[in-house]
């Protein structure tokens, strides 16, 4: 059974940090590029950052460029998100994604969100 389990969402204020964690169990996590996607109300899921399988090269949109990290760990089967410098635009549900990097077209999975939310 597939599962991503992400943690670490919550209210912050303007300027703060938090750090999301995704936990991945049930397919081969080393395997698959993974990422953070966000959903703000009235608009379609983005990417917010990815990072690849094998070299760990990391890519980011430009709107998170500079406050936030991405890095995963395949021993922990984990995928992190550190978000500093927080506004309240990124205000979001954020989700986990794996993406099999081994062939195109390969299997895809989302986790069920977290929401963070960035206010006085």
């Known amino acids: 059974q597939v599962q991503l389990v992400e943690s670490g969402g919550g209210l912050v204020q303007p300027g703060g940090s938090l750090k999301l964690s995704c936990v991945a169990s049930g397919f081969q996590f080393a395997d698959y590029h993974m990422g953070w996607y966000r959903q703000a109300p009235g608009k379609e899921r983005e990417l917010v950052a990815t990072?690849?399988?094998?070299?760990?090269?990391?890519n980011y949109a430009d709107s998170v460029k500079g406050r936030f990290t991405i890095w995963r760990d395949n021993v922990e089967r984990a995928v992190y998100l550190q978000m500093a410098s927080l506004r309240p635009q990124d205000t979001a549900v954020y989700y986990c994604h794996a993406q099999y990097s081994r062939a195109i077209g390969g299997a895809q999975y989302w986790g069920q969100g977290t929401q963070v939310t960035v206010s006085p």
């Open positions: 990072i690849d399988d094998i070299s760990y090269r990391t």
